[in-house]
């Protein structure tokens, strides 16, 4: 019999879903620095930070019996994080917290190159921590899935629930926002 940390994340899902609940510390072992290192971008707060991941895997067990274990789980759990994250940011901000965006409206045609992906995500790995805090959380959040996380547009639309074209938009606009922030700075960005 195989070892639990040889089992795929959806294969661990699948038991938790028949009953075995010890295996859902095995995913949440996995996803937890990954879901700290995203909630850390998204809310640029370290306040509440382990409450707020806490109840992303509280979430995620209550709802697991709804993951479709024929799909990935990475996008599902980041999807539940995703809107706790939005949920807490709501908490902490003393107005209302504006998440419509135009992008959604407007379709969008993005190809994306795995060559031009790859240089991008090294230049960008590097230098992306710098900057993300000055920007608006749609962009940092959209940089953090696609160059931190290393999620594909396919994944951060269905997880933000976006259209594909309105991941690309975001993605090239929170790259321009992030260069006039470094030129602010006086780092200069290819």
Known sequence: ???????????????????????????????????????RKFLASEDNIEDVVQDVFIKTYQNIQSFDVSQRFSPWIYRIAHNTYVNALKKSSNGPLYIFDFDTLISHTVVEDPIEKEREQ????????????????????????????????KEISDILRVPIGTVGVRIMRAKEILKETYKKMGIEIK
């Open 122 to 153: 090294k230049e960008i790995k590097e230098i992306v921590d710098k900057g993300l805090g000055e920007i608006e959380p749609k962009y940092r959040e959209m940089l953090v899935l696609y160059y931190i996380e290393d999620l594909s547009y």
């Open 1 to 39: 019999m195989n070892s639990p940390s040889t089992y795929t994340d959806e294969q661990l899902a699948k038991l938790v879903q028949e009953g075995d609940g010890e295996q859902f510390g095995t995913l949440m072992e996995r996803y937890q620095q990954k879901l700290f290192r995203y909630g």
